[in-house]
Structure formats: C-alpha cells, structure tokens
C-alpha cells in the first residue's frame, strides 16, 4: 500500500502545479478581447455604464493588483462571481452544481467502458488471432474512430425514436423534480448532486428508474469510446505479459492456462491499462462536453465552452482550475493504484 | 420528493383516477407535498392537471395539463432588471405583466397590461391600474409597486436600489434616461414625469426590462444590492404562471398556473422550461413528445420537425434587421454614397437569404422591418448588378477598394451563418475586384467589444427589437447620439470618440436624417410620426450606411399535444403561454 509518505510528496506537487494553471490561466484570459463590463451589461448599455461598473469591477487597476488579488481569491477557492453565464451567482456555488453532474457521466461512462473494455481484451488476447479477437479488434477500433457527435445521435435516433426504451435527453423525467436535502435520523443532509445516487438516498426507487434511463445513453456514448482504448490496451498488455517467462514457469507447474492467466497474467497486465484509465478519466470530463450537448445535460463542460464564449472570466478561472485539481487527484489515485499493484513504484 | 401533478392519471377506458408509473418516471407516491397552484386550482382541477400532469409523454388533458417548453440556454436568475437576454424573458413574461402589454400575435400593437388606461401628454405620462390585481404572494398591485420597481432599476438614491453592477443596460434605455420623477400618491394611479418628450417611452413600458415587481418583496430583499440581485431565484410577479423552483442542476425552471391571474388564461396546469442545448436533439425532443414547444431551431432541425408526424414548424416575420454596417469614421471610401451602394449591388443577396438562410428571411431594403410604423414600402432592394457596381466604383474612384469585414462566428437570429454569409460577400466583391480581408471572432462579447470600439472597417451585425417603436432601430443604430445643431450640413460622419451612442457601429451622420429622427422622438401624433419616419427610412435607404441584408423570420416547433391554434409565436413581448391549450 501506498505510504502517507509517497502521498504527502504528491499532494505538495499539486501546488506549483496550480499555480502554473492559474497563472497561464489568468494571463490567457487577460489577452484575449472582450471587456468584461460590456458582458455583464450586453450590447444595449450605453458607453458610460459600461465605464462605471468597469471601475467598479476594478478592471481599471494595474494587470499585477488583479493578478495578485485572483491568486488570493483562488487561494482560498474564491472566484467571485459569474458574469454571464451564471450571473451573479458564485462560482463556487456554480461549480458544486455542475460538477457532480459532469462526475456522475464520466463515472458511468468509466464504469461501462471498464467492464466492457478489460474482458473485450482479455478474451481478445487469449483468442489471438481467432474470429472472436478480429471482431473485438474491428469493434474496439470502431469505438475510438467514432465521433461522440455521430454516435449520440445515432443511440437516440435508435433506442429512442425507433425503439422508445430511452429518452431522448436531460437527467431525469421532465416533471419529476427531487427536494433539496434528504433525511437521515431526523438530519436534514446535502444531497449529492449525482441524480442516481440521491435518487436512492431520497428512497425514490421510481424516480432513480427514470434517472438511469435517462443516464443510459449518455453513459454508453462515453463509454464506447472508453471501452475501445481500454480493449485495446488490456489486449497488448496482455499479450505481452503472457510471454514472460513467470507465465510460462506457472504453466510449467502444472497450473491451468485459465489460472495463470487471471492469477499471475491479469494482475500484471493491469498496470499499463490504469495509466490509460487514469488519463482517460481526466480526458472523459472534458469529452463530456460533446454528450452533455447532444443530450441536453448542463454539467461543467457545456458550461466552460458556454463561459469562454461569453468571456465569463471568473467562471472560466475556477472550472479550468477545478479541472486542474481533479485530473492531478485522479492521478494520484493512478499512482497509488500502481503501488498497490507493484509496490516497487514507491521507491 | 416534490412531485408534480402527475402523480395521477386517467385511465380513459375507465375515467377512474388510478395511481401508476408512466415511462420515464412519472410516478405515484402519496406522501409527496402538493404544489400550491392545486389549492389555489381548487380540488376540481386536480384530476385534469393530473391526467396532463406527464402530457410531455402520455398525451394532455384538457384545461390542464404539464407545458414543457425546450430552448438552447439555462440562465440562472430571473429578475428582468438584470438582464439583457431573450431566454431570461422567455420565462419573467410569464411570471411578471407590464403596465402596457404588447397584442399577441400582432407586429408590436399595443394593449393594456396592469394598467387599464394610459396616455402620455407633453412629459407627463398618466396610468390608470386595473384594480384587484394580486401578486402571487397575495397582496395587491398599487401605484406604490410601480414605483418602487422603476426607482429599484434606476435611482442610486433609493434604499433598495438594485446596484450599479447589478442592473442590466436597459435601466438607462428603459426608464432612467427619461424618467424625472414618479408621482404614487393615489393607490391606483400612476404619474410619471419625464425629463423630455419622449414619444416611445409607452412602448418603453412594456418591455420585459419594465415589468412590475411587488414592493414588499424589493423591501424583503433589504438594502445591500447583492440581496436585491437574489430577487431573482424567486420571482414574485402578477403574470399567470407563478415561480415554483429553479433547477440549476437539471437545467429547469419550473412555473405553475396562477389561480388569480386577472387576465385570460392560464389553460395549463403548469410550464417547465428545459435546455437542450443541440437544435437536433431538442427538435428530437419535440418530435418524440417530451417537448411540447421548442424555438431557435436551425435549418437542419427546422427539415427534421417538418419531416415528422408529430409536430409541426410555426413561422412567423420578426421584428429583426441584419446587416452589413460601413465604418465611415475609419474608411473614407465609405464616405461616398455611390462605394456603398456599389459595394450592396455586387453582392447576391437574394442568394445569402435563398440558400445560406434557406429562405427563413425576406431581403431587407431598409433598417426599419416590415411591422414597424414607418417601413416605407415603396422601397426595393438594391439590384444584383455586378457591371452597375463596378462603374459606380470607377466613377467614386474607388476601383483599387480593400476592407476588413469584421464577423461574428455562432448563428444569431437574423444571421444563422455569419461565416458563410462573410464568405459569399468576399467572394461576390472579388469579382468586381474589391479585395475584403474577413476577421472572424469566436466570442460575441470580444466582437461587441472590438465593433463598438469602431476597429472594424465594416463589420456584420444585427438588431431584434426591444419595443417594436421604429426609434429603437433608427436612434438606436443610424443616429450619432449628438444635438443636431452641432452638425455641419455636409458631414458624413462622427469619430467614435466624438459619438454618443455606442450602437452605431456605423458612425455614419446625416443631418437631415438626425433632425428627423429627433423630431420622430417627440412626435405623438401616428400619422405625423410616420410621415417622420417615411421620410428618414427613405434617406437611409439611398445614403446606404449599412449594405442591408436581411429580415429573418421566427421559427418554432410545435408538438402535435398542443392546440395549434392556441399558440401565437410574437415577434416583440410573450411568449404567451396563458394562451396555450393542450389537445
């Protein structure tokens, strides 16, 4: 297991790591055109409001003060408020609504991919060359050179429009709507914004019907192209594995094929396929923005594109660096993951 | 769990209430809180509202009934004094009324709102309030609550003034340009003086931006202004839907029907607005029944609504302009009457509206639409003549003619294809030799920015209009923001330091058109002020300050659940949903 050592160095390294995006962050935004002031106020604001709230936001001081005063807000998680997109509400409040969203179909998403991907490549691999490994093979490079633009669509034309088991878009039913807190031994508790968790923390077993259905799709868009990577990298790892001779040693013994493969084989071919999980999750978050569009569900990443449009800086500061933080956490569970899997990596 | 009315549903074989779980979760539970639209509905409506309760996915009821209304964004407050965008409206017209309303269906006609009697004399504006009408919270509507709402928008000096970082650009547009001061001293009547006279400011009054908020609720939110910007996550108005939550998560607003609402309407239990933020999968959406009214559609959705049995495309002429606007401050070429007009013949109009709109336009002539007093009629459109063009530009001597054409990137309504639309007037200018460099921004904002700075030497733009008044495009848009008297007889432009109106993109100036539209603001009387605006449209259209491209018409898409009929797409003001009944 991962020791608090090995973690405590990677948590350090989160800091510069930060403050480089926040930096490159800050400085990109302030390089682009678009004044803020005119955002806030539209294209029906007469010159002179716009100079007012312009000195009132502050945007008059040198680029150094607002820098300086942005790394101390960041610092403590504070990004002001949204100028556009969600005006004038905080983006910390913007960010804990959207996020579970965009979390809750990477996770389903991961999820499918992973319990489609790994047995994909591992029976790919032990049936080299076989029928079954041309077909997985054909099948995974089909799920990675398919666009999410393509086949979303095409899901909803077909389990949708044909076939009416799936709805078309958004998270739940149009005219369901869930309360605000559920209740534990009289506790009013925060939900957790993932519909199909709260669904069932509600004890609303209808309701978490029609959040699955609706998340079905989505989750299976994002989870054919995870899948495919996934196939493909468990089917060479474990080719290669395979051929060591550790492998050939365990046959040698007089163990099954079937047992060494799964006890000696999969473990070790495991490690290359969590590199590609790892990076991939990070990739899938923002690959959700594509899906959130086509089915009509508002996480961060329909968000953050919606933002950069209407250049809502503070919006855009503190998604970039909420995705910051999550991808190098979702790493650092991939590092540790490793150290669990080959206790050599620590060292 | 907050469940909707459709919780029950009939069983038409039978006509019994039976209690069930329809596909995608609308689902029966007992323990559920009722809505407060049903005790206000009375327990009769109950089973109706119920039986449409999951209409979106079963089929309505009738008088009853769940609306769901899909659009492209979710905005997440809903205060009109705090926004300049069409989506936050779509939902505060529906929860909040305007002293004046625009007719629905009608091209900007004026009806009385929450006043019943109006008139607007010299500068002093006179309404006369419907009595009995009550704000969703109880209490009723006074003069008071007027005058509170106009000093909320514009007043620094009122306690509960809504912030300077707050309000939205209409505050001085609307109201605080005009206003001098508000007389609320009897309990219905309502009498606003105004610094000048000032011939749209009725129209003014029934703008989204001046819809009446309850003063008890301003003087609920306190003093500090990011208080009074909460207003709006929970709207309190005397329109026909009453707010009952916003759905950030999900992207949901949801209203429900006001049992006391004073006018026609509400036919529907209840309106969900949804975001589906891809036009295929909303217009999806509408043909599988889950939406039951969507807009905003582009072409492609527009074919696949229309190719469907189960909904249909309602289109209506907007009220709308677009345009190619010559930077005369910039480009002295421009200067020239014969450049521009030269520049509008060698471009194929008809074929941006014909194929790149895919005819969801009609050609414009004019800055002024159709609908709005003063479109002068007996102007044409410039011919498609490239010879013509080229011998105006030999005889201007402007043959070796270079400019930047400034473009936005995403489709807006009068526009749906910016790129390509630059794209077909480089290409048709090349051919009579002008060379036109186009720069394309990817945000609107930047290009807002960089356009009302007067960077551009021409840049493409667009107008939806706020009021219907032919002011509100040719002060807006054509007029320097300057006295007249401080004009030369001959002067073509104003340096846009010099300029005191920031939506002229143009800088274009002539002085009988600015003495025109002067006069056409403090004109009452319609005929004389059509005359006015005849006159000025006439000047716009030979002097040219714009290449005018197009009137763009608006789309729906309309589930075949909904009464057709009963559904009126408004080119200014709604929409109006009261109105809507389910089939």
Same mark, same amino acid.
């Given at each position: 297991?991962?020791?608090?050592?090995?973690?405590?160095?990677?948590?350090?390294?989160?800091?510069?790591?930060?403050?480089?995006?926040?930096?490159?962050?800050?400085?990109?935004?302030?390089?682009?055109?678009?004044?803020?002031?005119?955002?806030?106020?539209?294209?029906?604001?007469?010159?002179?409001?716009?100079?007012?709230? %312009?000195?009132?936001?502050?945007?008059?001081?040198?680029?150094?003060?607002?820098?300086?005063?942005?790394?101390?807000?960041?610092?403590?998680?504070?990004? +002001?408020?949204?100028?556009?997109?969600?005006?004038?509400?905080?983006?910390?409040?913007?960010?804990?609504?959207?996020?579970?969203?965009?979390?809750?179909?990477?996770?389903?998403?991961?999820?499918?991919?992973?319990?489609?991907?790994?047995?994909?490549?591992?029976?790919?691999?032990?049936?080299?060359?076989?029928?079954?490994?041309?077909?997985?093979?054909?099948?995974?490079?089909?799920?990675?050179?398919?666009?999410?633009?393509?086949?979303?669509?095409?899901?909803?034309?077909?389990?949708?429009? *044909?076939?009416?088991?799936?709805?078309?878009?958004?998270?739940?039913?149009?005219?369901?709507?869930?309360?605000?807190?559920?209740?534990?031994?009289?506790?009013?508790?925060?939900?957790?914004?993932?519909?199909?968790?709260?669904?069932?923390?509600?004890?609303?077993?209808?309701?978490?019907?029609?959040?699955?259905?609706?998340?079905?799709?989505?989750?299976?868009?994002?989870?054919?192209?995870?899948?495919?990577?996934?196939?493909?990298?468990?089917?060479?790892?474990?080719?290669?594995?395979?051929?060591?001779? *550790?492998?050939?040693?365990?046959?040698?013994?007089?163990?099954?094929?079937?047992?060494?493969?799964?006890?000696?084989?999969?473990?070790?071919?495991?490690?290359?396929?969590?590199?590609?999980?790892?990076?991939?999750?990070?990739?899938?978050?923002?690959?959700?923005?594509?899906?959130?569009?086509?089915?009509?569900?508002? +996480?961060?990443?329909?968000?953050?594109?919606?933002?950069?449009?209407?250049?809502?800086?503070?919006?855009?500061?503190?998604?970039?660096?909420?995705?910051?933080?999550?991808?190098?956490?979702?790493?650092?569970?991939?590092?540790?993951?490793?150290?669990?899997?080959?206790?050599?990596?620590?060292? | 769990?907050?469940?909707?009315?459709?919780?029950?549903?009939?069983?038409?074989?039978?006509?019994?209430?039976?209690?069930?779980?329809?596909?995608?979760?609308?689902?029966?539970?007992?323990?559920?809180?009722?809505?407060?639209?049903?005790?206000?509905?009375?327990?009769?409506?109950?089973?109706?509202?119920?039986?449409?309760?999951?209409?979106?996915?079963?089929?309505?009821?009738?008088?009853?009934?769940?609306?769901?209304?899909?659009? +492209?964004?979710?905005?997440?407050?809903?205060?009109?004094?705090?926004?300049?965008?069409?989506?936050?409206?779509?939902?505060?017209?529906?929860?909040?009324?305007?002293?004046?309303?625009?007719?629905?269906? $009608?091209?900007?006609?004026?009806?009385?709102?929450?006043?019943?009697?109006?008139?607007?004399?010299?500068?002093?504006?006179?309404?006369?309030?419907?009595?009995?009408?009550?704000?969703?919270?109880?209490?009723?509507?006074?003069?008071?609550?007027?005058?509170?709402?106009?000093?909320?928008?514009?007043?620094?000096?009122?306690?509960?003034?809504?912030?300077?970082?707050?309000?939205?650009?209409?505050?001085?547009?609307?109201?605080?340009?005009?206003?001098?001061?508000?007389?609320?001293?009897?309990?219905?009547?309502?009498?606003?003086?105004?610094?000048?006279?000032?011939?749209?400011?009725?129209?003014?009054?029934?703008?989204?931006?001046?819809?009446?908020?309850?003063?008890?609720?301003?003087?609920?939110?306190?003093?500090?202004?990011?208080?009074?910007?909460?207003?709006?996550?929970?709207?309190?108005?005397?329109?026909?839907?009453?707010?009952?939550?916003?759905?950030?998560?999900?992207?949901?607003?949801?209203?429900?029907?006001?049992?006391?609402?004073?006018?026609?309407?509400?036919?529907?239990?209840?309106?969900?607005?949804?975001?589906?933020?891809?036009?295929?999968?909303?217009?999806?959406?509408?043909?599988?029944?889950?939406?039951?009214?969507?807009?905003?559609?582009?072409?492609?959705?527009?074919?696949?609504?229309?190719?469907?049995?189960?909904?249909?495309?309602?289109?209506?002429?907007?009220?709308?302009?677009?345009?190619?606007?010559?930077?005369?401050?910039?480009?002295?070429?421009?200067?020239?009457?014969?450049?521009? %007009?030269?520049?509008?013949?060698?471009?194929?109009?008809?074929?941006?509206?014909?194929?790149?709109?895919?005819?969801?336009?009609?050609?414009?002539?004019?800055?002024?639409?159709?609908?709005?007093?003063?479109?002068?009629?007996?102007?044409?459109?410039?011919?498609?003549?490239?010879?013509?063009?080229?011998?105006?530009?030999?005889?201007?001597?402007?043959?070796?003619?270079?400019?930047?054409?400034?473009?936005?990137?995403?489709?807006?309504?009068?526009?749906?294809?910016?790129?390509?639309?630059?794209?077909?007037?480089?290409?048709?200018?090349?051919?009579?030799?002008?060379?036109?460099?186009?720069?394309?921004? $990817?945000?609107?904002? $930047?290009?807002?920015?960089?356009?009302?700075?007067?960077?551009?030497?021409?840049?493409?733009?667009?107008?939806?209009?706020?009021?219907?008044?032919?002011?509100?495009?040719?002060?807006?848009?054509?007029?320097?923001?300057?006295?007249?008297?401080?004009?030369?007889?001959?002067? %073509?432009?104003?340096?846009?330091?010099?300029?005191?109106?920031?939506?002229?993109?143009?800088?274009?100036?002539?002085?009988?058109?600015?003495?025109?539209?002067?006069?056409?603001?403090?004109?009452?009387?319609?005929?004389?002020?059509?005359?006015?605006?005849?006159?000025?449209?006439?000047?716009?259209?030979?002097?040219?300050?714009?290449?005018?491209?197009?009137?763009?018409?608006?789309?729906?898409?309309?589930?075949?659940?909904?009464?057709?009929?009963?559904?009126?797409?408004?080119?200014?003001?709604?929409?109006?949903?009261?109105?809507?009944?389910?089939?």
């Amino acid at each position: 297991m991962a020791s608090k050592r090995f973690i405590l160095k990677r948590l350090l390294l989160l800091v510069p790591v930060l403050f480089g995006v926040a930096t490159f962050v800050f400085v990109i935004l302030h390089l682009a055109s678009g004044d803020p002031a005119r955002v806030i106020l539209g294209q029906r604001a007469p010159q002179e409001q716009v100079i007012a709230l %312009r000195q009132e936001l502050g945007l008059n001081d040198p680029l150094y003060v607002q820098y300086g005063r942005f790394l101390l807000d960041a610092a403590q998680f504070d990004f +002001g408020e949204s100028y556009k997109i969600a005006q004038g509400d905080s983006v910390r409040s913007v960010l804990a609504d959207k996020i579970p969203v965009t979390l809750e179909l990477a996770l389903y998403g991961q999820v499918i991919g992973i319990l489609l991907g790994i047995p994909l490549g591992v029976i790919s691999a032990v049936k080299q060359d076989t029928l079954t490994d041309h077909v997985g093979r054909v099948g995974a490079l089909s799920g990675i050179s398919i666009p999410i633009y393509w086949s979303g669509p095409m899901l909803i034309l077909l389990f949708s429009t *044909y076939l009416s088991i799936f709805p078309a878009s958004g998270r739940i039913g149009s005219t369901i709507f869930l309360d605000s807190h559920w209740t534990l031994l009289g506790m009013q508790l925060p939900l957790t914004g993932m519909v199909t968790v709260d669904t069932l923390l509600l004890g609303e077993p209808a309701a978490w019907v029609s959040a699955v259905t609706h998340l079905f799709l989505p989750a299976m868009t994002i989870g054919i192209y995870s899948m495919a990577l996934i196939s493909r990298m468990m089917r060479s790892s474990m080719l290669e594995v395979v051929r060591q001779d *550790y492998m050939r040693t365990a046959r040698a013994k007089g163990q099954g094929s079937k047992i060494t493969i799964m006890k000696h084989g999969f473990r070790n071919a495991l490690i290359p396929v969590i590199t590609v999980i790892g990076i991939q999750f990070g990739g899938l978050l923002g690959g959700a923005v594509l899906t959130e569009t086509v089915f009509g569900i508002g +996480g961060i990443g329909t968000m953050l594109v919606a933002a950069i449009g209407a250049n809502d800086y503070p919006l855009v500061q503190g998604t970039v660096l909420s995705f910051a933080l999550l991808f190098t956490l979702v790493n650092l569970v991939v590092d540790i993951t490793y150290s669990y899997l080959d206790p050599r990596i620590q060292q | 769990m907050r469940l909707l009315p459709s919780i029950v549903f009939l069983t038409p074989s039978t006509g019994t209430l039976k209690f069930g779980f329809p596909p995608y979760g609308c689902m029966a539970d007992d323990s559920v809180s009722r809505r407060s639209f049903l005790k206000a509905a009375g327990a009769a409506t109950v089973a109706a509202t119920s039986t449409a309760g999951c209409t979106g996915l079963t089929g309505g009821g009738g008088g009853g009934g769940t609306l769901v209304y899909s659009r +492209g964004d979710h905005p997440t407050n809903y205060d009109p004094q705090q926004t300049t965008s069409g989506e936050v409206a779509k939902v505060t017209n529906q929860i909040f009324d305007t002293l004046i309303d625009f007719k629905p269906g $009608s091209g900007g006609e004026l009806t009385d709102g929450l006043a019943e009697e109006w008139e607007l004399n010299g500068t002093t504006a006179t309404l006369t309030l419907k009595e009995g009408i009550e704000f969703h919270n109880g209490e009723e509507l006074t003069a008071s609550d007027v005058k509170a709402t106009i000093n909320r928008f514009i007043d620094d000096g009122y306690e509960y003034f809504l912030g300077t970082e707050n309000r939205s650009g209409y505050s001085s547009v609307t109201f605080g340009d005009w206003v001098d001061s508000i007389d609320a001293s009897e309990d219905y009547e309502v009498t606003i003086q105004l610094t000048q006279q000032y011939a749209p400011f009725l129209r003014n009054l029934a703008m989204f931006a001046a819809a009446i908020l309850s003063q008890s609720q301003i003087e609920e939110q306190g003093s500090n202004p990011d208080d009074q910007a909460a207003l709006g996550t929970d709207p309190i108005g005397t329109g026909p839907f009453q707010f009952e939550q916003l759905d950030n998560e999900n992207q949901r607003v949801q209203l429900s029907s006001y049992g006391n609402f004073w006018g026609d309407g509400p036919n529907v239990g209840e309106v969900i607005f949804k975001t589906i933020g891809s036009n295929q999968t909303r217009a999806q959406d509408l043909i599988n029944g889950d939406t039951q009214i969507t807009d905003n559609l582009d072409a492609q959705s527009i074919q696949q609504v229309d190719n469907s049995d189960s909904a249909s495309v309602v289109q209506k002429n907007g009220i709308n302009v677009g345009y190619m606007a010559f930077n005369h401050a910039r480009k002295e070429e421009f200067r020239d009457p014969r450049v521009k %007009r030269a520049i509008t013949m060698a471009v194929n109009r008809s074929a941006i509206v014909d194929d790149i709109y895919q005819g969801f336009a009609a050609e414009a002539d004019q800055p002024l639409p159709p609908d709005v007093l003063g479109h002068n009629d007996d102007l044409e459109p410039y011919p498609h003549d490239p010879d013509q063009a080229e011998s105006l530009l030999e005889e201007a001597g402007a043959t070796d003619l270079t400019f930047e054409l400034a473009t936005f990137s995403n489709p807006r309504g009068y526009n749906p294809s910016p790129i390509q639309t630059a794209n077909q007037i480089a290409s048709d200018l090349d051919k009579i030799g002008v060379d036109v460099e186009i720069n394309q921004f $990817s945000t609107f904002s $930047s290009y807002i920015d960089y356009t009302y700075g007067g960077q551009h030497d021409a840049c493409l733009l667009g107008w939806y209009t706020d009021n219907a008044d032919p002011d509100n495009f040719l002060y807006v848009l054509l007029h320097p923001g300057v006295e007249a008297s401080s004009l030369s007889d001959d002067q %073509r432009y104003i340096s846009f330091e010099e300029k005191g109106n920031a939506s002229n993109v143009a800088a274009w100036v002539n002085k009988d058109y600015v003495e025109l539209v002067d006069e056409g603001q403090t004109t009452y009387e319609e005929g004389s002020r059509e005359e006015i605006y005849l006159e000025a449209s006439q000047i716009a259209h030979d002097d040219a300050p714009w290449m005018f491209i197009d009137y763009a018409e608006l789309i729906r898409g309309v589930h075949e659940s909904v009464n057709v009929d009963t559904y009126t797409v408004s080119s200014v003001g709604g929409p109006y949903l009261e109105l809507v009944e389910m089939n």
